[in-house]
């Protein structure tokens, strides 16, 4: 596959709070320097925190450490693939990757890419102010109608299968996320990539996206907004439009020319706004060295 990624890999595991062992990436800056802050990756549903690594270097070279945190049933994950117990259970499991991570009495930003974004806005509670900012990266907050309809009818398909079973595909057809090399080099050829899910994780998604939802409109907290325009997955005038009411102050949009995942189609732009975003925050310049 298409790895590029020069900023060594760790590979971490924490074990949760009913026993399942997570296994999660973690990438950290050069060791000659202090760290700057944490930002702590949350992938899509197909997706796993691999496919940021070509974000990896130019944040990690800002001092930054970088968490991909997995949802358990996903990514290197072979246990019970596709499924989750609660939706508590997703938040308890993220809450323990970030708490085991994070880089204290430095700034934490969460980074939520598509349905990241929706478990990045569950966590913002229970952290409370050990999360200092917010990133939805073409947020699935809002479906497009191509991604919705498709949700519909794949749940129809899959009507009368156990709760447990991964028999519902995913919405987002893989030439949605780029139409760049990326997508025959490393998509197309990820095995890790989460094909089905199960009823029950079906209906935990819903559950935390109205959640996620209520908690968007409540937001007092900084956020950056970055959208494609070219992304056939997310249906940006409605990310606009919900977050019109909130402070704009605190409100940072910005655009690029990308499908929906620009970390393949525009990695430059992704990073360099989540440095600038880190800094704002008060996340220092890295130390000679680092």
């Not at 399942?20 to 992938?43: D, E, I, Q």
């Not at 009823?199 to 559950?207: D, I």
């Not at 409100?251 to 706004?273: C, I, K, L, N, Y």
């Amino acid at each position: 596959m298409l790895l590029d990624c020069r900023t060594p890999l760790a590979l971490e595991r924490v074990v949760a709070a009913d026993g399942h062992v997570l296994t999660y990436r973690v990438w950290r800056p050069n060791p000659a320097g202090a760290p700057t802050g944490t930002v702590v990756l949350l992938n899509g549903i197909m997706s796993h925190s691999a496919w940021f690594f070509p974000l990896v270097d130019a944040l990690t070279d800002a001092g930054l450490v970088v968490v991909g945190a997995d949802r358990r049933g996903s990514g290197l994950d072979d246990i019970d693939r596709g499924d989750a117990p609660t939706a508590k259970t997703l938040i308890d499991d993220a809450i323990a990757v970030i708490e085991a991570e994070r880089v204290p009495d430095r700034p934490l930003v969460l980074v939520g890419w598509c349905w990241g974004s929706v478990l990045a806005l569950n966590l913002l509670r229970p952290l409370g102010s050990r999360c200092n900012g917010l990133v939805m990266v073409a947020p699935g907050l809002f479906p497009s109608t191509a991604v919705a309809s498709a949700a519909v009818a794949h749940e129809a398909a899959a009507a009368g299968a156990p709760p447990d079973q991964p028999a519902i595909l995913t919405p987002i057809v893989e030439t949605m996320f780029t139409r760049g090399p990326y997508l025959e080099g490393f998509i197309r050829q990820d095995p890790r990539r989460l094909m089905r899910i199960t009823p029950r994780f079906r209906a935990l998604m819903g559950n935390l996206s109205m959640i996620a939802l209520t908690r968007l409109g409540r937001l007092d907290l900084e956020l950056l907004v970055l959208l494609a325009t070219g992304d056939e997955a997310t249906d940006n005038a409605a990310v606009l439009g919900a977050l019109a009411p909130l402070d704009p102050a605190r409100v940072e949009v910005r655009e690029t020319a990308s499908g929906h995942a620009m970390q393949f189609d525009a990695p430059a732009f992704v990073t360099d706004a989540i440095v600038a975003f880190a800094r704002r925050l008060g996340a220092p310049e890295p130390s000679l060295g680092a």
